[in-house]
């Protein structure tokens, strides 16, 4: 049995899902439309009017984060150009960012690159 070694969080590289549909508005915000297609959200848009598309706006430095994740930066990298742009304002950064950059992981908008050697 192999015995593959622990991999540091801040290592990891993550990407934008090639299928995610998103933009960026005037003032910077990221815009992630979301599609409700499973059938809890079909009833939903039938009984209470929910709509087809949601659009999600990530605000502030969600949307900073957001435009850094190109497949290619670890997130030890992102964390510093975070921290560059927004100072103590994004204190405590690692922490909030292994948060926000696992709630987008889980939402499905982003993905982790298997940068491993094989």
């Given at each position: 049995?192999?015995?593959?070694?622990?991999?540091?969080?801040?290592?990891?590289?993550?990407?934008?899902?090639?299928?995610?549909?998103?933009?960026?508005?005037?003032?910077?915000?990221?815009?992630?439309?979301?599609?409700?297609?499973?059938?809890a959200d079909r009833i939903a848009q039938i009984f209470f009017k929910r709509p087809v598309i949601s659009h999600i706006a990530l605000e502030g430095m969600g949307s900073f984060i957001f435009l850094q994740i190109d497949g290619k930066r670890s997130v030890l990298e992102i964390g510093s150009l975070t921290g560059k742009e927004f100072g103590d304002e994004a204190e405590p950064l690692y922490e909030r960012l292994s948060v926000y950059l696992r709630k987008l992981e889980q939402a499905g908008f982003i993905k982790r690159v298997d940068n491993d050697p094989p």
């Amino acid at each position: 049995m192999k015995n593959k070694r622990s991999r540091n969080f801040l290592d990891f590289v993550f990407k934008v899902r090639e299928d995610l549909l998103w933009s960026v508005s005037d003032d910077g915000t990221v815009i992630v439309e979301m599609e409700n297609k499973g059938f809890a959200d079909r009833i939903a848009q039938i009984f209470f009017k929910r709509p087809v598309i949601s659009h999600i706006a990530l605000e502030g430095m969600g949307s900073f984060i957001f435009l850094q994740i190109d497949g290619k930066r670890s997130v030890l990298e992102i964390g510093s150009l975070t921290g560059k742009e927004f100072g103590d304002e994004a204190e405590p950064l690692y922490e909030r960012l292994s948060v926000y950059l696992r709630k987008l992981e889980q939402a499905g908008f982003i993905k982790r690159v298997d940068n491993d050697p094989p």
